[in-house]
């Protein structure tokens, strides 16, 4: 598995990507309404060109070049985005991406990861030593989402 910056380029695979993940995956934890609400913000172009042009954006793909997933990280340390391909599941390629993310977070002097994680994605955060401090509700397009504030001492 190869590890990279994503670039502009990248922007239709990665909505295609987060679409499919949470259509697949987080539909176990969510209901068909909160899945549509959450599954429409792949259509938020600009909101993921920023993100890929401002945060630590990086991507796992094979030696083909199929994406298999994407984690980012603010400057503040907040872990923003982390979603792995619905066909790559339980291959080890979130925690080399969190790997990534750790690096980069203490290249640059943060001392605590924060992320809103999924109820999918906790048990994942809680292998790795986050810590759930709150769980909270999230409206996104009108729906309401349960999720967790997880944080990462470095
Ligand atoms: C959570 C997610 C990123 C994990 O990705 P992944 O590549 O499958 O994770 P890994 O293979 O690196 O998993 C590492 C370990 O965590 C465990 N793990 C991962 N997801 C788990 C889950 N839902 N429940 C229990 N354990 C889990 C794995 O069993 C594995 O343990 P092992 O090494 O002892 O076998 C992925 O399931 C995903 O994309 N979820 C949907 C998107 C999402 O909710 N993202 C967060 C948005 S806030």
Redesign the pocket.
Known sequence: MILRTATPGDINALKELYYG??TS??IK?YNPEQIKAWAATAERTESLLRKINEQYFYIAETADKTI??F?SLETSGYLD??????G???????????KKIIETATTLGIQTIE???????????E??HFIAVQQQVVVINNMQLT?YKMLLAL
Not at 81 to 86: N, S, T
Not at 115 to 125: D, G, L
């Open positions: 993940t949470i995956i987080n934890d298999t997933g984690a985005m982390m979603y792995v391909h619905k790559f599941q339980g291959q080890g390629i979130a925690t080399q991406l969190l992320s809103e994680v999924s109820i999918t994605a906790k048990p994942f955060f292998k790795h999720n």
